[in-house]
């Protein structure tokens, strides 16, 4: 008997162990994140050891309140069929899908690597299914280290990068998406920069213009590749509308350069960044989270007072928003003082507004805050427009009133002097009065339909005026060997490599999770 529930419990035990082991909330980094129709997707990533590439596909339902310690992860990995398993990708959202390029990745069927060159996949969030869609034209060089981004046309465009078997080859080229037509085309650029970027961050801003922010670039000097981390203070803008570059240098606080970080958009236009690392070491960037506001003309730094500071340092993290919450997850755990040596298992979500981590959300209160900030603009525009219709109605009612009364009566000139006159020039000045009344609440109200004008022109900020580069917007030399090349094949092994963070896969090829 004992023997018997000994069995059992050890089964029991294995089972446990298999799920933990198969759990979505695994700790990962380089993994894929989107969010759409209420939910908060992660996709594929490298997994604690054995580090192997995941095919893992789950997601939350923010519809629903939980706590940020125990979330509730819906896992649809077998369901879903993910056609391979992906690391080191870009995701952007399209309608109800979301379009994931590039990265490694490996075949689940063979357990070898893909190298296919189209590495563009689709995963339909109603059906809950991947598909690789045919597409014409000649994409993009596969590659690693780029971002994806979208603009409120269905066009996607796709910058720099580095090549995945080759870290000495990095690209200088933009390819732009036309997803209704599902067509490739290399973007002629106007005014381009003349360096490469990698590990950088992309955010679209609704005026058309791609914001890129910090990374890191290379050289080539007697025969050695030698990188450098790009100045943050000094940005390079790309207006989607003509395809020309723009530089931007910043005003405000002065933060670390880093890499490897994470940036999210709000609708007032603030670009919030998260995390990231520097230098040779790989060491936290510091502040971890520092907020870019692009109302200005020239876009500004701060530096906001974080009311609770719960959340680790990190580092090939993703971050979504959703509302007036940026949700954070996974990624490399850093300090500033030692290589990271551990994964993340957690998200993270900062309520905007405040500059808070929360660790427990509520659905409701998502909810009425968006129905909150609806209401005041819809609030104040009828008070305004009730107003105006009531001064309107009241002039008409007093012009049709006095013309009224005046109907049925003798013509009279009224002269100096005369009752009539006088009674005259009152009435007069009273109409001069309503008239007056009426056209400065006019005047006021053209004066806010102009001042809205002017705030949303400021959100959707127009670009420089100036294409000029100043010196210093070039690579900072003297340019540094940063040690953070990946290996220049993912598919051999190689013990020399040492990865970004210190904790990348020491020896590929890499294995494929089921």
């Known amino acids: 008997m004992y023997d018997v529930f000994v069995k059992k419990f050890l089964i029991i035990l294995f089972s446990l162990s298999?799920?933990?082991?198969?759990?979505?909330?695994?700790?990962?980094?380089?993994?894929?994140?989107a969010v759409i129709n209420n939910q908060f997707y992660i996709m594929g990533g490298q997994v604690n050891s054995p580090q192997i590439v995941s095919n893992d596909v789950f997601y939350l339902d923010l519809s629903q309140s939980f706590n940020?310690?125990?979330?509730?992860?819906?896992?649809?990995?077998?369901?879903?069929?993910?056609?391979?398993?992906?690391?080191?990708?870009?995701?952007?959202?399209?309608g109800d899908g979301i379009l994931m390029f590039g990265g490694y990745t490996w075949s689940l069927n063979s357990r070898t690597p893909d190298n296919s060159e189209n590495t563009l996949c689709l995963f339909n969030t109603t059906t809950k299914q991947w598909s690789i869609p045919a597409v014409n034209g000649k994409p993009p060089t596969r590659r690693k280290d780029m971002k994806i981004i979208s603009d409120n046309t269905n066009n996607f465009y796709i910058y720099s990068g580095i090549q995945l078997n080759d870290d000495t080859q990095w690209f200088l080229d933009m390819y732009m998406l036309d997803f209704s037509g599902l067509n490739w085309e290399l973007t002629q650029m106007n005014n381009a920069p003349t360096f490469p970027r990698a590990d950088y961050t992309a955010t679209m801003l609704p005026s058309g213009i791609i914001v890129y922010i910090g990374g890191r670039t290379s050289v080539v000097q007697d025969g050695l590749l030698l990188e450098s981390e790009l100045n943050i203070t000094q940005l390079t803008l790309f207006d989607t509308k003509d395809a020309t570059w723009y530089p931007m240098v910043t005003n405000g606080v002065m933060?670390?350069?880093?890499?490897?970080?994470?940036?999210?958009?709000?609708?007032?236009?603030?670009?919030i960044i998260y995390g990231g690392v520097k230098g040779n070491n790989s060491l936290a960037a510091m502040p971890q989270l520092a907020v870019l506001d692009t109302t200005t003309t020239s876009y500004t730094w701060s530096v906001p007072i974080i009311s609770t500071q719960t959340v680790p340092l990190l580092?090939?993290?993703?971050?979504?928003?959703?509302?007036?919450?940026?949700?954070?997850?996974?990624?490399?755990?850093?300090?500033?003082?030692?290589?990271?040596?551990?994964?993340s298992s957690n998200i993270y979500m900062l309520d905007t507004k405040n500059y808070s981590w929360i660790t427990s959300y509520s659905s409701n209160l998502n909810i009425s805050m968006h129905h909150d900030h609806n209401s005041i603009g819809l609030i104040m525009g009828l008070i305004c427009a009730g107003v105006v219709i009531i001064v309107i109605f009241g002039v008409l009612g007093a012009l049709l009133y006095k013309r009224y009364k005046g109907q049925g009566k003798e013509t009279v000139i009224a002269t100096p002097g005369s009752s009539l006159f006088e009674n005259a020039e009152e009435g007069g000045n009273v109409r001069d009065s309503y008239v007056s009344a009426s056209a400065r609440l006019s005047?006021?109200?053209d004066n806010?339909?102009?001042?809205?004008?002017?705030?949303?022109?400021?959100?959707?900020?127009?670009?420089?005026t100036s294409t000029t580069y100043d010196n210093n917007l070039s690579p900072p030399p003297p340019y540094v060997s940063l040690n953070i090349s990946r290996p220049s094949s993912p598919y051999t092994t190689q013990t020399s490599y040492t990865g970004i963070g210190g904790i990348g896969p020491k020896n590929p090829p890499y294995g494929s999770r089921n």
């Open 68 to 94: 940020l310690q125990n979330p509730s992860w819906i896992d649809i990995t077998k369901s879903s069929g993910m056609p391979f398993a992906n690391s080191w990708a870009s995701s952007a959202v399209s």
């Open 18 to 33: 298999i799920l933990v082991k198969s759990a979505p909330d695994d700790g990962r980094f380089a993994h894929s994140s």
């Open 443 to 445: 005047n006021i109200t």
């Open 315 to 343: 580092a090939f993290h993703t971050a979504d928003l959703y509302g007036d919450y940026m949700i954070v997850a996974f990624g490399n755990v850093t300090n500033g003082v030692t290589p990271p040596t551990q994964m």
């Open 448 to 464: 806010n339909r102009n001042s809205a004008n002017t705030e949303s022109s400021m959100i959707s900020q127009s670009r420089p």
């Open 255 to 271: 933060i670390d350069n880093r890499r490897s970080h994470s940036a999210v958009l709000t609708s007032d236009g603030r670009i």
